[in-house]
């Protein structure tokens, strides 16, 4: 059975306080380590004492993790753990790990920074921008990887849904938030932007 708020903060009640402190750290630690999405603020704060500051802890569990081969990450408004980009061509050297995700088309990438440029996105939206219908299959493998969601309707004839990207989106391309992404010229030197006009001129 889950322990509450109260029980946590007994356990620490006779501690130094630089030993709860470090505690609270490590209890920090556990959770990010322990998701496989971002944590928000006040999910963190429920299983540190009260009137710690989740920021603060933060912030010195990163001081910690200095010099260890991953780091807290900010992703959306919340955190998470994260291997240290200098580390990546090792991960995938043995475990193949880039390419669980990856395994995407350049069509599929070019499709996914549509909708993260014009988000919230129709799907007829995406068939003005490439000139031609983007398949359930397409969208249906984005979803399934995590990267894109259903937005709000979209106040056209019909309602559609609309396409998003998520934090799990965020967290693939090493971004904080949406302001992060690269402008069209960086995604022009990536070839994205150069696939979507190959894909718009067929």
Known sequence: MAKDRTSLDRELHDLPPELRWREWMRRIEAVLFASAT???RDDLARVVGQGASVDLLIADLAADLEGRSFEVARVA????????????????????????????????IAVLAAIAYHQPITRDGLKDIFGKEISRDLTGRLHARGLIATGPRAPQRGAPFTFVTTDQFLAAFDLETLQDLPDREGLEDAGV???????VSK
Not at 79 to 106: H, K, N
Not at 193 to 199: G, K, L, N, S, V
């Open 38 to 40: 971002p944590v928000l």
């Open 193 to 199: 932007m150069e696939a979507d006009q190959e894909h």
């Open 77 to 108: 408004d919340g955190w998470m753990l994260r291997t240290r980009s200098s580390y990546a061509p090792a991960i995938r050297a043995a475990a193949d790990v880039g390419d669980q995700l990856f395994d995407l088309s350049e069509f599929d």
